[in-house]
């Protein structure tokens, strides 16, 4: 072979380093999911590819390179860092593969079903990228050694002389091996030898092409024989090495012929001695940069998982085949490393790149034969595993797109769809020709597989899966650790800029994945790691929280609830704590199945319209019963609920005047057409969902809360456990706003109206009943109810929900507070000045709470005031004793009148809730006109919130 091999041949493995080609990916191939499955063995199906791809061109045309260059000792260091990466990660794999069953997609597989499928995808995508463009690296190696050994290009030498591009041969007699096929007549006279190497190339790339649509059986029999070949070429340079003996070379920088001697073991290269290389990047020589050279001779030894799919008992085969090739490789690697260091002169092996060839006893072409076999056997490695890669990955729909190569043929499952479009990607890579630029990157890509192969394993066991016990024992989870480390550092030793690369490769297809990936159910690590951590933090989560961090954690109960209150409850939250409680009357024996469709139907509602809740259905023989048991056994340690939300029982109609308008808007989806949509992949959720409300539908069940006394005795219940308790009321079915996610329908209303009717003494926090008169008009504190108003407006000015539902960078929203005072009328200059004391202590309480409140949207109202605004309903007040003396029905109405003041620019209305008469836990009467009051209050209102606190505790912190 001559000159001419620098073009790719010579520099295999110098795409880490800028060279002119590669051989820096690694020569795994996938598995075979069968149709009908192929039955390889140990021998066949892993220990002859491991051993091929392992043992690849770098041992025939970079070792003793190396060797010259660093020394015995450094080359040998350098083995046992690769095999020693190599058998942490052979272990791990092995404990992985053997802990079930096992399909095609070889890393991709092993990854993806540990690690789910975003990182599975992400290293899978990666991976066939890689397998599918270094099939053309291995066929130009395949092509040059064929071109520059049978076919070399002419050149006229300073003599005149015609010579295959082995420069002057004066001194050589015409006799002489080293001149056989290089004489003038044997030559090719043409100025560039590409059009010849993209010729026999493509005539190499149809060959394997054949031999991948035949099979995986086909494939392990070329492979058996590409075998014996090889180390045949092996043994035959072994043995020439060891006999002494002089022989013609080159210096195939220059072409130059020369003299070499063969003196084992006199030679001595323990040390190093760096030089200039072009295979350095035309730059000084280090250790790192010869170990980036030599490092892909470690590689492969996943080719027998790939084809895991092929074999017949996997659980033995691969851990068995790849430890024996990794055995039988590093002995290999040992002897050559001595036989060359002790052999020859270290000018022989830095400048003679072909001396395994050209020392060869006897003939040359055995050894040559090797090498083109080498690059042959890893050629066809690449490509019958690129395309299994492909077809696991197109099967999982990881990419929709990728399905149609799926297809496996009935006979062996054999993925000729996907092998006929990486043969097109890879002659499509050979007619560009130089593909340099993109080695190291398939380097780093293999180097992040194995990484992750320990990762897998290392998480397996740290989380402690009672279902994780592989057959192959010989494994540790440190050991994994160490190996994932290990391989990370390395890839980035190699060449750090290719691995930063190759990681934001993988992190962008990760991050595609995450939000476009399929829905699985393959039971992925990150699941059992997210439980350990959240456990873990839950056991050190406080369960009293200080009011600067205290946030409403709503439990919802959902009877008969309007998506709008969802909606609503999902905006308050601001990042805390949502609970849809929903209790089906009932017997559990009868409503156990029930129960489950609910409970899947909550969780799709959800998820479909962005709600970020859990969802708890119960069954009981009452909805008190069964709220009791959701308000005491709802949370876990301090992730507890502190708020409940339930909806004020009503038979009224909801006006939000233009509400219905606004929803035509074409921009947005209406919240009927999104729940009722027809691609959910549970038949019994799509029942469930009620096709005139839209919700969990339970029409042919009882009312949940069957009575008003019930309801009453709920809320009873809510403040016997000091929960805050918010009774809503008109919240409607909601609007989709951006991406599908649900809101109020009234969000893009402009106003969030706060009205505090009955203060309270800081001692003292249970409501007024039916906001009475006993009120000091400036004991407003940070504590109970007032404060938890302030807090509760304030949280849903924070959620920045504007117009349509949509989300802005600052709130659209205004806050107005409004304070009636029902002890105080407002025609006296005293009345007046105290009117005066409570708008400028009003004042105090919003800068202090830092609420961001106009000036203009605070209001102070004295009796006479309100009577003006409530004109209509009831005269104008002139007295305290007139407002109490008013009957409880009218003076609802007149409340009504108020908070409808300017109404129609108002999205929600937050006011104090009346606590009820003791009576109505017992009496239905009562109970039934307490929630006509609270329902008069309501009517015609945009949503409304009565609010209750659980505690006379602050919910505003007003110091750092």
Known sequence: ????????????????????ASLVMARESSSSRGHGKNQLGTLNGCFVPCTLNIMGIVLFLRLGWAVGQAGILEVLLMSAVG????????????????????????????ISRCLGPESGGAIGILFYAAYAIGVSFYVIGFSTAVQTTWFPLCNQNTNGTLVGDLGDLSGFSDTDPFLLGSSSSDCWNHSSPKWLVTAIGSGGLVFLLIISLLGAEFFSKFNVLFFVIQFMAIGVGLVSFWVPHWFTGEDTGTGEPRREHANFPHASNWGPHYTKSESCNNGMCNFQSVFAVIFPMVTGIMEGANLSGDLKDPAKSIPLGTLLALLAAGVSYLLLILSMGLSFSRDVLITDLNVFQNAAYGSKYLVVVGIVISSASSALGSLFGASRVLQAVARDNILPVLKPFGYGSPSGDEPRVAVLFTWAIAQACLFIGSLDAVAGIITAIF???????????????????????????YYNKWLSL???????AVNFFLNYIYAAIGLLALALIFLYLVFNGPVTDW????????????????????????????????????????????????????????????????????????????????????????VKSFAQVTVAPSARLGYQFLMTAGGLGGLNFNTVALPLPSTMAVDHGDIDERQSDERYDTLREHLLRTDVDDSSTSML???????????????????SSEFCNIVADVALLEKNILVTANFGEGMLGRKGRLYMDCSSRRNIDIWLIAGQHPQDHAQDTLWSTDVDPCDMEFR?????????????????????????????HSLRLFQLLPNVVGTTPEEEALLMRAQERLVEVAEKARLDVEATNLHVLGLAEASRWAAGVCNELTSAEAYAAMPGQQRCEMLNALFSHDKDDTCVIFTTLPSADPTCADDEAAAREYVRDLNIVSRQLPPTVFVSAGQPTAFISTAV
């Open 784 to 812: 109970g109810v007032s404060s938890l108003l302030l807090q509760l407006g304030k949280t849903l000015h924070l959620s920045r929900i504007g117009p349509g539902g949509m989300r802005h960078d600052k709130s659209s």
């Open 1 to 20: 072979m001559g000159k001419g091999e620098r073009t790719a041949l010579l520099a295999v493995g110098e795409g880490i380093n800028g060279g002119d």
């Open 523 to 610: 039971g992925d690590v990150s699941q059992a790691l997210t439980f350990h951590q959240v456990r873990k933090y839950l056991l050190r989560l406080d369960v009293s929280t200080n009011v600067k961090f205290w946030k409403p954690n709503v439990l919802m109960l959902p009877e008969n609830t309007q998506k709008g209150l969802l909606g609503f409850c999902n905006s308050i939250k601001k990042g805390g704590l949502l609970v849809i409680g929903h209790v089906i009357v009932g017997d559990i024996k009868t409503k156990s199945k029930l129960m489950r469709i609910v409970q899947a139907a909550w969780g799709d509602l959800c998820k479909r319209s962005r």
């Open 482 to 488: 160490f190996g994932f480390v290990a391989a990370m």
């Open 689 to 707: 969902l009620d096709v005139r409300t839209c919700t969990p539908a339970l029409e042919t069940q009882p009312k949940c809360i069957a009575t």
């Open 447 to 473: 180097c992040m597989s194995y990484a992750f192969v320990n990762l897998t394993c290392f998480l397996l066991c740290a989380i402690g899966a009672p279902n994780f016990r592989p057959t192959f024992t």
């Open 83 to 110: 095999i020693a990466l190599a058998v942490v990660t052979v272990t791990s794999m092995s404990a992985i593969a053997t802990n079930g069953s096992i399909s095609g997609g070889g890393s991709y597989y092993l």
